[in-house]
């Protein structure tokens, strides 16, 4: 399975972005993806998962009421619609896509099984 993160960029307080994790290869029916942010010199920080068949959504509450994980089935693509952005949103973001993860497991990166590359995400204040 290959990942493709696209869509970040650099963006006022207050603005919206939307990034995307396109994803080719793989097979398997349960599937989940999972967004994680790093900032240098910190750890990686779960962002946001879903998991389908099933359209479990799991969110950190940093992020919770502003950002929002949807698929687009036709394009086996995983979106991060992230509006009301903060500078502490700045961060590069990953996808990340794994197997049938169960909900309490869906934040922790271990559970991961294939990356994408990062996509820059900068908000000014």
């Known amino acids: 399975v290959q990942l493709q993160a696209s869509g970040g960029g650099l963006v006022q307080t207050g603005a919206s972005l939307r990034l995307s994790c396109a994803a080719s290869?793989?097979?398997?029916?349960?599937?989940?993806t999972g967004w994680f942010r790093q900032v240098p010199g910190k750890e990686r920080e779960f962002v946001a998962s879903?998991?389908?068949?099933?359209?479990?959504?799991v969110y950190a509450d940093s992020v919770n009421g502003r950002f929002t994980i949807f698929r687009d089935n036709a394009e086996n693509t995983v979106s991060l619609q992230m509006n009301s952005l903060k500078p502490e949103d700045t961060a590069i973001y990953y996808c990340?896509?794994?197997?049938?993860?169960?909900?309490?497991?869906?934040?922790?990166?271990?559970?991961?099984?294939?990356w994408g590359q990062g996509t820059l995400v900068t908000v000014s204040s």
């Open positions: 879903m998991r389908w068949p099933g359209n479990n959504r």
């Open positions: 990340a896509r794994g197997p049938r993860i169960i909900m309490s497991a869906m934040s922790d990166f271990k559970s991961y099984d294939f």
């Open positions: 290869g793989g097979t398997a029916r349960i599937v989940t």
